[in-house]
């Protein structure tokens, strides 16, 4: 897995805001791991690059899972990621995903409503089809976009943002995602990732007000998500 932060990974750089696109394995922030996250590597990388002689500053704007790729917004002033911040609380960021998963017969599009747990001691959601006192309402909407010989695409669209949410919830209904063990893969992909891809993001910029919409591109040493972009 890839710890290595490389320039080609940016994919829109202002002033305010940096997105980058993240391969399976990197680490968006410190854990208890104690590997180098990609907010330590970024920042490193803008020093040397801008030739900074301070600090520099850059705040973590949302998270997505280690063997999760694609987009990943940081904000360069703490007036951008204040607001950024409280943007996706008010779920005003739109995420959209692409998930690769076995080829079984699922409706072509499906909204799903579960309620999700977090179990901490195995860090994975407990998911479940009725309201309990301690679960939170999980909600997608997939839509299935492409079929390949052996896998399907999925495109997801978030309405929720909760703790392994659509690894558990497609999990539930029979498809687990590409490589992912912990949900019910029966094989590990070989970059130890799961074919899960943050491909879209879609929001209002914090401070200039224009309509930002950012495509990331699938990781392109995978020949099944290149067959995906064709």
Known sequence: ??????????????NHILVINKKAGQLVQGDKTGDLSLLELIKD???????????????????????????????????ALSRLTQMVKNREVKKTYWAIVGKEMIPSSQRLVHYLQKNEKNNKAIVYTKPTATAK?????????KT???YLLLEVDLETGRHHQIRAQLSKIGVPIKGDLKYGSARSNSDGGISLHARKLKFIHPVTKENIEIL?????????????EE
């Open 216 to 228: 990331a591109p699938v990781p392109q040493s995978d020949v099944i998500w290149r067959a995906c």
């Open 1 to 14: 897995m890839s710890q290595e932060f490389s320039e080609s990974q940016i994919i829109y750089e202002d």
């Open 45 to 79: 990388f803008i020093k040397k690059r801008d030739e900074k002689p301070g600090n520099v500053f850059l705040g973590l704007v949302h998270r997505i899972d280690r063997p999760t790729s694609g987009l990943v917004i940081y904000a360069k002033t703490s007036k």
């Open 148 to 150: 390949l010989d052996n």
């Open 137 to 145: 309402e999980a909600i997608l909407t997939y839509n299935l976009i």
